[in-house]
């Protein structure tokens, strides 16, 4: 495939000259988060909506979750939780209690405040790809690990392009930079290459306080002004089943002690780390994202806490994770209900088990954002360069994502259903009668240029005109647009007087030693 | 492309084995029409269905329709609407009245009567893609114009696969054969390859006559049966905008005359042959089928209709179609607001603008699947096998197109979110607390086989395992899968006498002459 790309590249042809027309590159929808003001897809009955409550509930009594975290053993103790070891059994009325404490709405500030995002409400937001060890493009046809350099390529990818609303964690996980400094020179690189939302990885306390430090720096903000309203995230996976972990729960006290927001998100894998019932996995999925959240509204009431679900299912034959089943639209559709009953906003993800951006990856993550979609998600993770699983990161499959994305964005703008009597155009209609065509009206000239979406990689050219182009399939399109966007690509402008402030944190920090490494 | 096809399929590998296993080549799920209870999608408010309606009311009122058909002018004069010229104009209490004798739901019983359908109500049906002029596969990896042999090819898959409820048109134009006789060829080769529901073309006279006739012998069926129940159906465009042609409407009268079933799906491309805003194009779609379905309605009060929709927007740059785009989703969805408002079964379409079976095809083909959900769709035509804006046929693109369907069947599943204590699973989540796993539990044995949906063509290896059996995108694996299945087609049984019959009838009318080539 890698060659017949590069064949296809020297070829290029008029995709390939429109590719490299200049900074500008594309024309894009402009920075606007898509408001979803559709009902949502709601399989739950009412009577099913409590029966998950309650098994969550259940769990939360009866069974318990480990905090592998003295502190917070210590505060729920004090909570009146039942403790027993790491286990930490909390009645239902202090779970809806703190649980309730939460809002469900709030804003994240970037260091570029035209950027700034709502997170809740109507609001749908879409991050990049987090994660991902290991890289592969057309260009290089393995699969490779991930590097500084690949990292800072999809970073610019996500500053690029305007339905990329947050920066969620590393795009590929830069294996090259020691770890002990490695979210030193990635937020270095995060914070100047981009201007949207930051994260931080809970893994450490060195490495959220670094990072918050970074994220005040870069927003040439004190202390006071860092606090006063969330700036960043962090995302937690809880250890299904049933546990969080040290640095993750610590990281979440911090951020949320700074004033800073937090996600959890339970990786609940019907059949391996949860119920092979859907129902079952989802309950136990709640169970371990509202312990976390009690806690933290506890220590820090009315603190920004996002709910997020990472429930799938394994595949039958090899027990591997399989996503954009029609098992996980369903749970996303049923958390989705669960987030409104409990009040908090919720995440999810555009996710594929794919291991190439062909037609297979298209159709599993256009079945994961459909059902962000109909969940009412508030934040798609991973919502542009996601293969294999989340093992792999890819900027043709990042291409190709913000391109459904866009499509998202446009097919929320209510201005395709109005109903005006100049959208119903009767007049229009008599005018042209039996035996014309609307092309040259003037109520088709008026509205020509705005009415519709314009893709920026879908080729709609019949057979012949793509043909006489090279024929270039979709993946090797989109391979070319990267190389355009990133040989045209500007950092977002950034006061040098914060720059050298940032650079020199992150030489101190190094001289320092970092973050350990023993996690 | 072609050439790393069959590279590809050289060192083939596991999936090349696993898809020449035998007879059955794939494990499908069962015929069983998805049953779709998921609330639908509504742009429109109520506002906004009172203001389509009038529009489509005042269209007809005011502006009229052409009916190019001297039987049609003479019935609709008789019921009192007026005629002026070829324009007939119904004022909407006469449409109205008419198109409430319409059923909401009917059945079609072909041959195989384990193969009826249900067309209304809650069922979602699928249909292969119809009338394509051109054919391309992965091997031929050009396109060429569709022969009997490829038709019969693309037909072997509509019988094989389980997911497709109905025979559409000719899923690709056989113009190898003489279109005087190309009907008497293809239908035999479809009744004789498929027990699933018929179609027949309104092309004149003589081939609607025939097919239908084709479908009564092929049933075993004395006139007093075939006519007792719908057994087959034509479907209809309009001559957008604004018009009926001749053998359109010649066709439906002879069908529902012998009480088989219609479609009518205007083709109203907006900002082409509808207005620019798709408020107006769906009013304007509207007013065309209405005005058929209630000349059908007058003619044979109570005959099944159903109301088609086929809206979508141009490329701005081009003019071409474009398909599976947001406004597309979007018009399906309000055309399934007015279809439940005047109690019609509804049918849409799986589409895509892109030439090649790749991810833009995938992301188009299931934002109009999506749609089809969403819009509470009933028939699906173009289900499987659509490229190009309807110009290709491919049988990869068929499969993959299958794959989507049944995970859109196991969508519809309710046992999904079942929420009994034993899909709730408190107990088998208390056997595992914090430190075991599920697979292993009775829980997850005894529903591990059935838990979750299987698929036939995506591949759920992680990238080292899918490399090892030789690294095979999507369309080269469906390919694979194609041959497969071909191989090892074994047609549904028929009577001897029967299949005599039919051949003989065949070789009747070719000898009288066929059917005339005028159209």
Redesign the interface.
């Known amino acids: ?1 890698a060659e ?1 790309a590069t064949r296809r590249k020297r070829g290029g042809g008029r995709a390939g000259a429109a590719a490299r027309r200049g900074p500008a590159v594309i024309e894009q929808m402009p920075f606007s988060p898509p408001v979803n003001r ?2 949502p ?4 009955t009412e ?2 909506i409590a ?2 409550h ?2 969550a509930m ?2 939360l009594e ?2 318990g ?2 905090f592998l975290n003295e502190e917070a053993l210590e505060i729920l103790r004090e909570a009146g939780c039942a403790i027993d070891g790491n ?1 930490v059994r909390m009645d239902r009325d202090f779970v809806m209690e703190m649980v309730a404490r939460a809002p469900s709405q709030f804003t994240l500030t970037p260091r570029n405040p035209a950027h700034t995002i709502t997170v809740g409400g109507d609001t749908m937001l879409f991050g990049n790809v987090s994660s991902p060890p ?1 890289y ?1 493009d057309m260009e290089i046809g393995r ?1 490779v690990p991930g590097t500084r350099e690949k990292c800072a390529d999809l970073l610019k990818l996500t500053q690029y392009f305007n339905c990329i609303h947050f920066a969620g964690g590393y795009p590929v996980e830069p294996v090259d930079i020691h770890a002990s400094v490695r979210h030193l020179d990635v937020l270095y690189d995060k914070l100047t290459l981009t201007d949207k939302v930051m994260h931080a990885y809970s893994l450490g306390k060195e490495r959220v306080e670094d990072v918050m430090e970074m994220v005040r720096i870069a927003g040439g903000l004190s202390e006071e002004e860092f606090r006063a309203t969330p700036r960043m995230y962090t995302n937690i996976n809880s250890t299904s ?3 969080h972990d040290q640095p993750m729960i610590d990281g979440c006290l911090r951020l949320i002690r700074r004033g800073q927001a937090v996600a959890v998100t339970p990786f609940t894998l ?11 996995a989802v ?2 999925s709640l169970a371990e994202a509202l312990s976390a959240i009690a806690l933290f509204q506890y220590v820090q009431p009315g603190c920004p806490c996002i709910i997020g679900t990472f429930t799938s ?8 994770p ?1 996503f954009g ?3 996980y ?2 749970a996303t ?2 958390t989705g209900q669960m987030a409104r009953y409990y009040g908090l906003p919720l995440r999810s993800s555009g996710v594929c ?15 994961s954002l ?1 059902a962000a979609v109909q969940s009412g998600t508030h934040m798609v993770y991973h919502a542009a360069g996601w293969l ?2 989340g ?2 990161a890819s900027p043709e499959k990042f291409i ?1 994502d913000c ?2 994305l866009q ?2 964005q ?2 929320m ?2 201005e ?5 009597p ?5 007049d ?3 005018s ?3 035996e ?4 040259g009206i003037e ?2 000239q008026q ?3 705005t ?4 893709p920026f ?11 006489a182009a090279g ?1 270039i ?3 090797e399109r989109a391979h070319l647009l990267y190389k355009s966007i990133l040989d045209s690509f500007e950092a977002p402008p950034m006061d040098p007087a914060i720059r050298e402030e940032l650079a020199d944190f992150v030489a101190r920090r190094k001289a320092e030693g970092g973050a350990p490494t023993d996690f």
Do not use: C
Request: aromatic content about 10%; cysteine-free; glycine content about 10%.
């Open positions: 495939m017949t559709d009902r897809v709601e399989p739950l009577e099913g029966a998950i309650d098994g259940r769990i009866e069974i979750i480990a286990i290991n592969w699969k089943p049933l546990k019907a059949g391996a780390m949860a119920p092979v019932t859907m129902a079952g309950a136990q299912n394994v595949d039958m034959k090899s027990g591997a399989a089943t029609p098992e639209m369903r559709q049923m088990a794919a291991n190439v951006p062909d037609g297979q990856a298209m159709w599993e993550t256009s079945n459909w294999e699983g093992l792999i190709m391109e459904v499509q998202i446009r097919y703008q209510p395709i259903w109005a109903t005006g100049e959208e119903i155009a009767v229009a209609i008599r042209v009668g039996t014309g065509h609307f092309f109520h088709t509205r020509y240029s009415a519709f979406y314009q990689l879908s080729d709609w050219r019949n057979f012949e005109g793509w043909e024929g399939w979709t993946p």
